[in-house]
């Protein structure tokens, strides 16, 4: 079955660290480009990063410096690392893979959500 | 930044009603644009991408049409089951990519 599980969501206080991961089933994680997607509570999606098949990294501009997109091959699994985290980063992270160009987000995990709060 | 606002931020209509939602670009953005639909307590899903380009499995009576800078996703006759929020999301600045701010569709 092809799909993405989230996980690594949690409570954690301004400025402390997460690790989010996300198993990819079905495909090779190396196939596509893969990104994050973040939604605050009761609010829109915004976009955060995307790693490309070739390894290129990119990210938006309210993340960029604190966090990092990586995968390990031989988990077939995506990882978003998020350091100097702030109450603005509180949200559902979603785990999505994009089409090869990066145009569009074709298959998406369910979520897990991060609290950044004291 | 490429900006999308998307009208209007919610709306009513009648199981059968045809439904327009509107996304408009603050540039040109060719037919670099794609739409989402989120149920309820659940994750996107994508719906149309290249303007018109129906994804596989999505219902026929969601169709999406425009370019530049305003674009269109119609319901042709609502369901119970496509409430929920609808996104658009444009790629001209990939690997930037935007969303609008959505649009609740309710049963009346």
């Known amino acids: 079955e092809v799909q993405l599980v989230e996980s690594g969501g949690g409570l954690v206080q301004p400025g402390g660290s997460l690790r989010l991961s996300c198993v990819v089933s079905?495909?090779?994680?190396?196939?596509?480009?893969m990104s994050w997607v973040r939604q605050a509570p009761g609010k829109g999606l915004e976009w955060v990063a995307v790693?490309?098949?070739?390894?290129?990294?990119y990210y938006g501009d309210s993340v960029k410096g604190r966090f990092a997109i990586s995968r390990d091959n031989s988990k077939n699994t995506l990882y978003l690392q998020m350091d100097s985290l702030k109450a603005e980063d509180t949200a559902l992270y979603y785990c999505?893979?994009?089409?090869?160009?990066?145009?569009?987000?074709?298959?998406w995990g369910e979520g897990t959500a991060v609290t950044v709060s004291s | 930044d490429i900006h999308l606002t998307q009208s209007p931020s919610s709306l009513s209509a009648s199981i059968g009603d045809r439904v327009n939602v509107t996304c408009r670009a603050t540039y040109n953005i060719d037919s670099s644009l794609s739409w989402y639909q989120q149920r309820p307590g659940k994750a996107p899903i994508l719906l149309i991408h290249d303007v018109s380009t129906l994804q596989s499995g999505v219902p026929s009576r969601f169709s999406g049409g425009g370019s530049g800078t305003d674009f269109t996703l119609t319901i042709s006759s609502l369901q119970l089951e496509d409430v929920g929020t609808y996104f658009c999301?444009?790629?001209?600045?990939?690997?930037?990519?935007?969303f609008g701010g959505g649009t609740k569709v309710e049963i009346k």
């Open positions: 999301q444009q790629s001209y600045s990939n690997p930037a990519l935007t």
């Open positions: 999505a893979r994009n089409d090869y160009g990066g145009n569009y987000m074709d298959l």
């Open positions: 790693l490309h098949a070739g390894y290129s990294t």
């Open positions: 079905g495909f090779d994680v190396r196939s596509t480009y």
